[in-house]
């Protein structure tokens, strides 16, 4: 597995509250313990820290409640329907600018035209959003990409 999936994975593993020894946690994800302590370091750069308890019976332990994203969603599950939305808004976010949106109305009967700040690409239900800033309502606001006609990635960047 990838790092990122390493450590994902430990983290999972900790958020349930038990104590993992190193030699455990490298047994489970199957690389060495100086890998093991090589992760704890990534994660607690991330802000999330780790009690590590000392001693023969020692190991690692998480104290505190994080959501860990979940990764075993399978596509069958999760469909993207309208790939190009996806990767352009997925590229606006990258590149920090805006989109010009023409977004469907829940009844699908009427059409508004939106200038969005993205941020991040997020599961709403069992559909693609997108969460971003709406110039138009001067809020935070989900869009389900489904009910998105057309983006485009405009030439001004937001911070």
């Known amino acids: 597995m990838s790092k990122i999936s390493n450590v994902l994975t430990m983290l999972e593993y900790l958020s349930s509250g038990k104590k993992y020894s190193i030699q455990e946690l490298s047994e489970k994800l199957e690389v060495s313990p100086r890998m093991i ?20 019976y020692g190991g690692y332990v998480l104290n505190q409640n994080i959501n860990v994203p979940k990764r075993f969603i399978t ?26 949106i023409e977004y469907y109305s829940k009844d699908n009967q009427n059409i508004s035209k939106r200038i969005i700040h993205p941020y991040d690409v ?35 960047f937001y911070n």
């Open 37 to 56: 302590r090589v992760y704890k370091d990534e994660i607690e750069k991330a802000g999330i820290y780790i009690d590590t308890i000392k001693g023969p």
């Open 122 to 156: 997020i599961l709403l239900g069992n559909e693609w959003g997108v969460a971003a800033y709406c110039e138009s309502k001067e809020e935070i606001r989900h869009f389900y990409l489904n009910r998105i006609k057309s983006v485009k990635i405009l030439e001004s």
């Open 75 to 100: 596509p069958n599950t999760i469909y993207i329907k309208k790939k190009e939305f996806f990767n352009s808004i997925n590229r606006a976010i990258k590149e920090k600018r805006k989109c010009l």
